[in-house]
């Protein structure tokens, strides 16, 4: 809890986050916004300058890491080349006093559990990046850890092995039920991973949730933009009827040569995040319930299997997600003019 932590002149501050007992977290954020730091502040791996670690509602800032409880997969798996995958995996065990038998057993069983018994004599040096994953995860979870951090596990291993070990993971922490603490910069995993999700921003967490909570309502344009949430455009609010001071009002939002009607709580400065599938695409005018209706350019279409993005030129450029059935059924193609319709009450402003 409102953890401080200096490294160099980097600076996590104030940093509060409540993972419940067998949650999966996601910390997610650009590169250098204290990420892992904040993993090695939990692990006992940085000294703090304030602030509390709680595991399991006990105080354990003052522990050592061994006294912690805690599993550890680093990026770059930190694995023994010399050592075979059965002594990679019982390392940790034999060095805390496990007799050998034990220590064979527990990696067998985690072998077992990760799909990885064929490789156990072999030497790590020469496995592949998924394979040596496991390894890692096997040897984290050894010593029955009751918290796993895990630091970019995916980083090292190519995108269809990825979705594999993605899946591996979550079915292993549905049946394991350990707390998990993960770091990634991709917000399709937290989507697909997590319970929770904590978005960082210079040393600082700017919003928290539940993934979808975020994704869809993110709390300023930083956190929009980051995971992906849409369409982000800077401009500023108009109040257009007689609502009562601090309720919300039907408003205009002028930014970036779009003009739209709003439902929002402020005047002023504000950034508009419009999420692509909100957008409806048709090739004539005609009435529905949205009270925004533009006449748009179709300038690129990206197809992403049954999903197509629509790039659009609206006087500013605007992306506008469609299936892939309907992009077809439209026959919609570059040059083509269209028409979109967009609720005012799909339109956050942030």
């Given at each position: 809890?409102?953890?401080?932590?200096?490294?160099?002149?980097?600076?996590?501050?104030?940093?509060?986050?409540?993972?419940?007992?067998?949650?999966?977290?996601?910390?997610?954020?650009?590169?250098?916004?204290?990420?892992?730091?904040?993993?090695?502040?939990?692990?006992?791996?940085?000294?703090?300058?304030?602030?509390?670690?709680?595991?399991?509602?006990?105080d354990?800032?003052?522990?050592?890491?061994?006294?912690?409880?805690?599993?550890?997969?680093?990026q770059?798996?930190?694995?023994?080349?010399?050592?075979?995958v059965r002594n990679?995996?019982?390392?940790?065990?034999?060095?805390?006093?496990?007799?050998n038998?034990?220590?064979?057993?527990?990696?067998?069983?985690?072998?077992?559990?990760?799909?990885?018994?064929?490789?156990?004599?072999?030497?790590?040096?020469?496995?592949?990046?998924?394979e040596?994953?496991?390894?890692?995860?096997?040897?984290?979870l050894?010593?029955?850890?009751?918290?796993?951090?895990?630091?970019?596990?995916?980083?090292?291993?190519?995108?269809?092995?990825?979705?594999?070990?993605?899946?591996?993971?979550?079915?292993?922490?549905?049946?394991?039920?350990?707390?998990?603490?993960?770091?990634?910069?991709?917000?399709?995993?937290?989507?697909?991973?997590?319970?929770?999700?904590?978005?960082?921003?210079?040393?600082?967490?700017?919003?928290?949730?539940?993934?979808?909570?975020?994704?869809?309502?993110?709390?300023s344009?930083?956190?929009?933009?980051?995971?992906?949430?849409?369409?982000?455009?800077?401009?500023?609010?108009?109040?257009?009827?007689?609502?009562?001071?601090?309720?919300?009002?039907?408003?205009?939002?002028?930014?970036?040569?779009?003009?739209?009607?709003?439902?929002?709580?402020?005047?002023?400065?504000?950034?508009?995040?419009?999420?692509?599938?909100?957008?409806?695409?048709?090739?004539?005018?005609?009435?529905?319930?949205?009270?925004?209706?533009?006449?748009?350019?179709?300038?690129?279409?990206?197809?992403?299997?049954?999903?197509?993005?629509?790039?659009l030129?609206?006087?500013?450029?605007?992306?506008?997600?469609?299936?892939?059935?309907?992009?077809?059924?439209?026959?919609?193609?570059?040059?083509?003019?269209?028409?979109?319709?967009?609720?005012?009450?799909?339109?956050?402003?942030?």
């Amino acid at each position: 809890m409102n953890l401080q932590v200096k490294v160099g002149s980097f600076h996590l501050r104030d940093i509060s986050l409540e993972v419940p007992s067998g949650g999966y977290a996601l910390i997610i954020g650009p590169t250098g916004s204290g990420k892992t730091t904040l993993l090695e502040a939990i692990a006992g791996h940085a000294r703090l300058l304030g602030g509390r670690v709680f595991m399991h509602n006990e105080d354990v800032t003052n522990l050592p890491p061994e006294r912690r409880g805690i599993g550890f997969v680093y990026q770059q798996y930190h694995l023994f080349p010399h050592l075979t995958v059965r002594n990679n995996i019982s390392y940790g065990l034999t060095h805390r006093g496990v007799r050998n038998g034990a220590a064979a057993a527990r990696a067998e069983q985690l072998a077992d559990l990760l799909g990885i018994t064929p490789l156990l004599d072999r030497p790590v040096r020469g496995l592949s990046g998924g394979e040596q994953q496991r390894v890692a995860l096997a040897r984290a979870l050894a010593p029955r850890p009751t918290i796993l951090l895990l630091d970019e596990p995916f980083a090292a291993v190519d995108p269809s092995t990825r979705q594999v070990l993605r899946r591996e993971l979550r079915q292993l922490h549905e049946r394991e039920g350990i707390t998990t603490l993960q770091v990634t910069h991709d917000f399709d995993e937290a989507l697909r991973l997590g319970d929770l999700v904590a978005v960082l921003s210079e040393g600082r967490i700017a919003q928290s949730g539940a993934p979808e909570q975020v994704f869809r309502y993110p709390n300023s344009a930083f956190v929009a933009r980051f995971v992906g949430s849409g369409n982000v455009i800077a401009g500023t609010v108009e109040r257009s009827d007689a609502s009562e001071q601090g309720a919300p009002f039907r408003g205009r939002f002028q930014g970036d040569n779009l003009s739209l009607d709003v439902v929002a709580e402020r005047e002023g400065p504000a950034h508009a995040v419009i999420r692509p599938e909100d957008i409806v695409l048709s090739l004539t005018a005609h009435p529905d319930s949205a009270r925004n209706h533009k006449e748009a350019l179709v300038t690129r279409l990206e197809r992403l299997g049954p999903v197509t993005q629509v790039h659009l030129d609206v006087g500013r450029p605007l992306i506008a997600s469609v299936t892939t059935a309907s992009a077809d059924e439209m026959a919609l193609h570059p040059g083509l003019r269209v028409i979109i319709a967009l609720k005012a009450t799909a339109i956050l402003l942030v």
